[in-house]
């Protein structure tokens, strides 16, 4: 995929947080070189600031981006998103390949205001992404084909592991994955407090608890192993582990959880139709 991407010029509408944490990226994997990349930011003083740091071509001009560009980010806030397919329609064209990160924007909403047959995949990140543990979730549109999912996988694999659902999913990846850092950042603040509680010093609870996480979460994507045998594994009888799992079912940590990532999708849903 290197190599065919190699020609390719790529657009980030939108050089903030996830726009310039990718070109960021893909310049580090050496996926584009800087000048094949062409991002763009609503504020012309942002736009001095981003080219400082990146060594890319930034400007406040989205059309100009966008009609050199073969791929085309869109990674503007949900509720800019229209306003940005407003003003690049002109200079999109079904062989320019569309990729949306936007939270809650369906590929319908792109299409219809692309040129017919324009292929449009919609993408949902994380913030690990900042450190390459990212998780992004794709889906296509109607007219996206299996190769340009391919081309999206290779630019969000620059920042971490990638799924490909179908899009009635998307919302549930956002509910789960795109704000689960979140979820999991209480949980470790929780864990750390607790090693305070039982006399550790909080740096060591702090990386205690993380790295105890992280070690958990491999084992689970590297053995492929369900999640319960783990714990059993864990669990001796009439151990520690039990009476301290006993707390956290009484505590209703499991529905707590499930409830946090159902009210976090169907948020997701609304997003888009505010202002
Ligand atoms: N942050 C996350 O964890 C995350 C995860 C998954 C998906 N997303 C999605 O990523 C998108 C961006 O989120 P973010 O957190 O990166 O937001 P952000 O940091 O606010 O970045 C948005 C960028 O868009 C630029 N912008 C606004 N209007 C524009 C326009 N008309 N033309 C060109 N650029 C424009 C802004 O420019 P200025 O800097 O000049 O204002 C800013 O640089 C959202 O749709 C969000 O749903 C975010």
């Keep these: 995929m ?25 310049v ?45 980010l869109v990674c503007v806030k949900p509720q800019a998103v ?37 292929p449009v995949v919609r993408a949902m990140p994380n913030t690990p992404c900042a450190i390459g543990c990212g998780m992004t979730g794709l889906c296509r549109g109607s007219h996206a084909k299996p190769h340009h999912l391919e081309v999206a996988r290779a630019l969000f694999e620059t920042v971490g592991r990638t799924v490909v659902v179908d899009e009635k999913h998307m ?25 305070v509680k039982v006399g550790l010093p909080r740096d060591i609870a702090t990386l205690l608890a993380a790295q105890t996480a992280h070690g958990a979460a491999q084992l689970v ?29 009484e505590g209703k940590l499991r529905v707590t959880l499930i409830k946090a990532v159902v009210k976090s999708t169907q948020r997701a849903r609304e997003l888009l139709f505010e202002k």
């Design 2 to 26: 290197k190599n065919q991407l190699s020609s390719k010029r790529v657009a980030v509408l939108g050089a903030g947080k996830i726009g310039g944490i990718l070109l960021q990226a893909f």
């Design 82 to 118: 229209a306003e940005v397919l407003e003003e690049i329609r002109e200079d999109v064209s079904p062989n320019k390949l569309v990729i949306s990160v936007a939270a809650s924007v369906p590929t319908a909403f792109i299409e219809q205001r692309l040129p017919e047959g324009t």
């Design 28 to 72: 580090r994997e050496k996926l584009f070189s800087p000048r094949q990349i062409a991002a763009t930011v609503r504020h012309s003083e942002r736009a001095r600031a981003v080219k400082r740091q990146f060594n890319v071509l930034v400007s406040t001009d989205n059309k100009s981006a966008v009609r050199r560009a073969d791929i085309v």
């Design 221 to 249: 994507i590297q053995t492929g192993e369900h999640p319960a045998l783990l714990k059993d594994a864990v669990t001796t009888p009439a151990g520690c582990t039990i009476d301290g799992i006993l707390e956290l079912e």
């Design 171 to 195: 919302d549930a990846v956002t509910g789960l994955s795109a704000s689960g850092p979140a979820f999991m950042y209480i949980i470790l603040e929780s864990l750390a407090e607790a090693g």
